[in-house]
């Protein structure tokens, strides 16, 4: 659980490394979390497999241009690009669809961590379509932007993980989570709660702060 910090959201999100989603998880995501279920990776792995950022793909339909003007009130672009289905699944929206969609995103990234780009990008056109059920986000650096997309990529390469991370808003009654449900939360699920601040000075330790590229050159990921 990352919270991104009163100056920003001001919300909680409920994250899974995209490798361990099964049916139950996005169970989990939906019913207790309640918000958005996203898969991310890292924006240069995103941009070689030939996705676009969804404002860009919008200000393609002259009409519809105008919508990509404003910004959300915390300041930054969003980081969706498109949304997917996996090609097996049957309306891509259960469980067990958006799950094995979710494992098949994350089996994309492994792909391109082993064996290049090229390879991935034909996996992925072959293996999803779209418009889908899921959307993929994608992480820029925390220098650029400090939301739960960037976080909770970050957080997943200090663990020693591929960049491949499912999340959802944890919602309650109206609005988002209250800081002190979330803690409660986090305490009685042993889900450790922390803060963007935490994380940010992580990355920053780590040499993740300006970007990810050459720490997954240098292979250190699972």
Not at 44 to 52: K, M
Not at 127 to 138: D, I
Not at 175 to 193: F, V
């Amino acid at each position: 659980m990352i919270f991104d910090g009163d100056e920003r959201e001001a919300e909680v999100d409920l994250i899974y490394h995209a490798s361990g989603v099964g049916p139950e998880a996005i169970y989990d995501l939906r019913v207790n979390a309640g918000g958005l279920i996203c898969f991310a990776t890292t924006w240069p792995i995103a941009r070689d497999l030939g996705l676009i950022w969804g404002y860009e793909l919008i200000r393609l339909h002259p009409p519809l241009a105008p919508l990509t003007e404003k910004t959300p009130k915390y300041g930054d672009k969003p980081a969706f690009t498109i949304w997917v289905n996996h090609v097996s699944t049957r309306t891509g929206i259960s469980d067990v669809d958006r799950s094995k969609t979710v494992r098949e995103l994350d089996k994309i990234v492994k792909i391109y961590l082993e064996e290049g780009p090229v390879r991935a990008r034909r996996m992925f056109l072959e293996g999803f379509q779209a418009p889908g059920h899921v959307p993929v986000l994608a992480a820029r650096s925390l220098s650029e932007r400090r939301g739960h997309t960037e976080l909770s990529t970050c957080l997943s390469l200090l663990a020693g993980l591929r960049p491949s991370v499912v999340f959802a808003e944890m919602l309650g009654k109206g609005t988002a989570l209250p800081l002190d449900e979330a803690r409660e939360i986090s305490r009685r699920r042993g889900i450790p709660l922390l803060t963007g601040d935490q994380v940010v000075e992580a990355c920053k330790r780590a040499g993740l702060y300006s970007g990810y590229r050459h720490y997954v050159q240098q292979g250190r990921h699972g």
